[in-house]
């Protein structure tokens, strides 16, 4: 029964549940009682880790724990080295040392300890941080999750939690500054908390809703925030009690790349009063407008951000050139410290400042910004996820040492994802391994959007922020897998990871914002949104159909398993889950069914009115699934939380049609990948090869009858509707029943028409590689036959989700087949990513031994070829030459840095597809 919270769990946390009860381990609930709570200190975070695990426990075992004032036999004894005076002697009476945690930045240890026959259980932290992560380690040990409130993750009842005997565990995080920036927030956040504040000011985000962020970062064990700072809301020190909120968490508040000195530009610059945001032509205002935040928070515990853009999310007033803005941005940086040094009384060294090269800043400060040895440098992905720069030698050297601002949601081009959290986790690992490996280990910021639902990408961040080495890049479907057993129980995680590594898996060929082809910031477009454009998902072609048929897989996943779960489980499996998954396969359906719509009505196709209905339905769906999350579930606590078209963009937007055919005259017959449809000749169809498994789909734009006739024993068919007026009729190769290679020939019989075509089935069992089907052969990266040096394969990334990362110097080869002599393509398909610190990210190519080039994968920032690669997150780079028919070996050697390697294809038709179907085989 899941009311044990998972077996498996409980023994990895070192906690014994009460089915299996061995009592000689320390009972942190025994019969309903949760053991007493002896703190012995005053720090204000601890008092409200305290509180938050008094009413875990109560809700877990019914009553809160008593707090006593000494320490006796079963009681816990918290206390912070912070304030040694009072827990020193109790750490000498009982024989706790203290040297796991001391010296050490927001450490604790938690150790079962015994004296004259008695017991408890120590949790000490090396600072009041600490500590108050060592308590609410207590209520993850009582099996509460960190989103018990977040994600509706209702706690369980039990009577009896044993820790396991002798029970000792110490922890500190890897990265010293943990936290999210709270961004984008107009169309989710911002509403549902002014609801949730009960506030008549739009945008008001108080400290209730601010609490309550507070608590999961403590749950979450970050210990920083990036408030909201869109205009739509009220700025965070404009608000009454955020303040204090913070300092009652112990959470640090800094501010992002474009607000200097804790001050949020759009909702607290004043023209009026300050003049204009010009560091040249109004110095005195800007420092004084700086000058009163620096004084408002001179006693408490704050990042303070450097340099300076523009008001919002755009370039500096006052220089033009990039020399002038690279002088100016030293001008400014030295006024910056001079202030913070001369208002806040202390050496500016020990004062925790960033600087952000975000965006345009990246050229002024590679152009020559002079940072102070003691600022930290922030670097940052280019908002799709790839990370854009990092330390070189020179640079990791610093004492200010470095960080990373990193995006799961974003608003900006080429295009907006704020509606789903669909980023592939293992892009997010990879990434963060790949910053801490360069010295990155100050502060981790994550970009959430507005928090739902990105839930589970914030816990994984911040748990890699925690204890990088746990979390693995190759081990994210573990960790994943773990936390939905914690969440959903054992017996649902297994299929749910299973179902949540596709779903990122297709959202890496494309996200759901992105399937309305269309862009914003377009240059030469009025208003620089561009309309819903035809995907490169052909209507005539597999990829389409078989990308529809992924996604009502796991919708009937989805719902399977949701039947499975307890009641109190459905609302988190709704958040978490199903609204994330069903959001996406329908936005994929209501797009590609249009398409459909306007392909087959260009062919006087009677189906493109069916199509044009089943768009609808999908859009239809999408609102009655976003009504649900914000009027039922939770009991409506959601409430405009959920918005289905932030921005109102196109791609969100019911679909609009012209006039559909009506009448039409024959039946059509149309293959996968031909370029018209079936005529009266005999059609050959690509052939069948035993290694690929592949299927070959004839479309039927018809409502009569169909027959399938004269097949041979070794070929099946079958006929699948997709509308009245079109099935696909489906062949595929039984290999048990033919022999090597054969040639036949089968026909349809529709409305009284019969069309020929002619079939062909390959046994390549002896022969080596990846075997070529309709003029394409592709492997996934995980499928090199010889590898020289490091080679990594990572679960869950890139199109393939079978992507590996090939260490500098690191050779990896593939053998493909080409099935035709001639001109051929031979294609490396990367993850976009960023050189480090150098100027370019090179591959050399070899093609059966020979040498073919280096090529670099290295895209400008904002350019077209950029735009294309993060859309679809594929860098392809290769070669057009003369290929022999048969085996080609394809070597691929990473010259500057690591590489990610999604996978190789070899097409002779020179056709470049979007998918690559060797890359899931």
Same mark, same amino acid.
């Given at each position: ?93 009982? !024989? ?84 999210? *920036? ?22 008001? #985000? ?64 004043? !023209?009026?009063?300050? !003049? ?150 293992? #892009? ?125 897989? #796991? ?250 990362? #090939? ?111 060797? *890359?899931?085989?």
């Amino acid at each position: 029964m899941m009311l044990r919270i998972g077996i498996l769990l409980f023994w990895t946390l070192g906690v014994v549940s009460s089915v299996s009860a061995a009592r000689a381990g320390f009972p942190l609930v025994r019969d309903g009682r949760p053991a007493p709570v002896c703190y012995v200190g005053g720090e204000q975070v601890v008092k409200t880790a305290l509180a938050i695990y008094a009413a875990d426990a109560e809700r877990v075992a019914g009553e809160a724990p008593a707090r006593c004032d000494a320490p006796g036999n079963a009681v816990v004894v918290v206390g912070s080295l912070s304030e040694r005076e009072r827990l020193d002697p109790l750490l000498r009476a009982w !024989g706790v040392s203290a040297k796991a945690v001391e010296g050490r930045w927001e450490a604790f240890r938690i150790c079962e300890a015994s004296r004259n026959g008695e017991r408890a259980l120590f949790v000490v932290g090396s600072d009041p941080r600490g500590t108050a992560y060592g308590v609410l380690e207590l209520s993850r040990l009582l099996g509460v999750s960190p989103w018990e409130w977040w994600a509706d993750v209702a706690p369980r009842r039990v009577r009896n939690v044993t820790l396991a005997p002798g029970y000792d565990r110490a922890e500190a995080p890897s990265v010293q500054y943990r936290g999210i *920036f709270l961004n984008d927030e107009d169309w989710g956040l911002d509403p549902w908390g002014t609801r949730y504040e009960g506030s008549d000011v739009a945008g008001e #985000l108080g400290p209730k809703t601010y609490s309550r962020i507070f608590e999961l970062l403590l749950r979450l064990r970050a210990n920083t925030l990036w408030p909201a700072m869109h205009a739509s809301t009220v700025a965070f020190y404009k608000v009454p009690g955020n303040r204090e909120a913070a300092e009652r968490y112990g959470i640090v508040v800094g501010t992002s790349h474009c607000e200097p000195m804790m001050r949020n530009n759009v909702g607290e610059w004043d !023209g009026a009063r300050y !003049g204009a945001y010009n560091f040249v032509t109004n110095r005195a205002g800007v420092l004084r407008y700086w000058r009163e935040r620096v004084l408002e928070v001179a006693d408490d515990e704050n990042i303070f951000t450097l340099g300076m853009r523009g008001i919002h999310d755009g370039e500096m007033a006052g220089a033009v050139t990039l020399d002038e803005q690279t002088a100016l941005t030293n001008e400014v940086i030295r006024a910056q410290r001079q202030m913070l040094s001369a208002e806040l009384h202390r050496p500016v060294d020990g004062i925790p400042q960033t600087f952000v090269p975000y965006k345009e800043v990246l050229d002024i400060y590679d152009n020559g910004v002079e940072l102070p040895e003691d600022v930290t440098l922030m670097w940052c992905d280019d908002n799709y996820g790839y990370v854009t720069r990092l330390s070189n030698a020179a640079e990791q050297a610093r004492s200010g040492g470095a960080g990373v601002y990193y995006h799961v949601s974003y608003y900006g081009k080429p295009h907006d994802y704020l509606w789903l959290a669909t980023s592939q986790p293992a #892009l997010m690992a990879a990434e963060m391994r790949r910053a801490w490996d360069c010295g990155a280990r100050k502060i981790w910021i994550l970009n959430v959007g507005d928090l739902k639902p990105a839930e589970y990408h914030t816990e994984l961040f911040l748990d890699m922020a925690w204890n990088t080495d746990a979390v693995a890049p190759e081990k994210v479907g573990e960790h994943q897998l773990r936390w939905l057993e914690r969440e959903f129980g054992p017996d649902v995680a297994p299929r749910a990871a299973l179902l949540m590594r596709e779903h990122y898996r297709l959202a890496a060929e494309r996200k759901p914002e992105h399937m309305g082809w269309s862009r914003i910031q377009q240059p030469g477009v009025r208003g620089g949104i561009t309309p819903v454009a035809d995907t490169e998902y052909g209507s005539f072609s597999a990829e389409a159909f078989d990308r529809v048929a992924a996604y009502e897989r #796991l919708q009937h996943e989805v719902r399977q398993l949701e039947a499975m779960l307890p009641a109190d489980r459905r609302d988190a499996w709704f958040e978490l889950v199903r609204y994330p998954v069903e959001g996406a396969a329908l936005m994929n359906k209501k797009w590609l069914y249009a398409q459909h719509a306007r392909r087959y009505a260009a062919e006087g196709l009677v189906a493109a009115g069916e199509y044009v209905e089943a768009s609808r339905q999908a859009y239809d769906s999408i609102c009655l699934l976003t009504d649900r999350y914000n009027g039922e579930i939770a009991g409506g606590k959601w409430r405009e939380m959920m918005s289905m078209s932030p921005r109102s963009l196109p791609v969100f937007a019911a679909p609009v049609f012209g006039e559909m055919p009506r009448v039409q005259r024959a039946p059509v017959l149309w293959a996968d990948g031909a370029g018209k449809c079936i005529g009266a000749d005999t059609t050959e169809l690509p052939c069948f090869v035993r290694s690929t498994a592949n299927t070959v789909a004839v479309n039927l734009f018809s409502a009569s009858d169909v027959r399938v006739e004269s097949l041979p024993v070794w070929l099946k068919a079958e006929v699948r509707g997709c509308m009245p007026s079109h099935r696909r009729i489906v062949f595929r190769a039984d290999f048990s029943r033919c022999r090597r290679t054969e040639e036949r020939v089968c026909s349809v019989l529709a409305d009284g028409r019969r069309y020929v075509f002619r079939v062909r089935c390959a046994d390549d069992r002896k022969e080596p590689g990846a075997a070529m089907t309709d003029g394409v052969a592709s492997v996934a990266g995980s499928g090199y036959v010889y590898a020289r040096g490091s080679v990594a394969g990572i679960d869950g990334l890139g199109q393939s989700g079978r992507a590996v990362r #090939l260490a500098k110097g690191c050779r990896a080869e593939y053998l493909l087949r080409n099935d035709t002599a001639g001109k051929a393509d031979i294609v490396a398909c990367f993850l976009p990513q960023h050189p480090a610190a150098a100027k370019t990210l090179r591959f050399r190519l070899t093609v059966d031994g020979e040498d073919r080039g280096l090529f670099d994968i290295r895209e400008t920032f904002g350019e077209e070829p950029w735009k294309v690669n993060v859309l679809r997150n594929q860098a392809r780079r290769g070669v057009r030459l003369h290929l022999s028919e048969g085996v080609h070996r394809i070597g691929v050697e990473p010259v500057d840095e690591a590489m990610l390697l999604d996978g190789i294809f070899i097409d002779r038709l020179h056709r470049n597809p979007y998918v690559l179907q060797g *890359f899931t085989r």
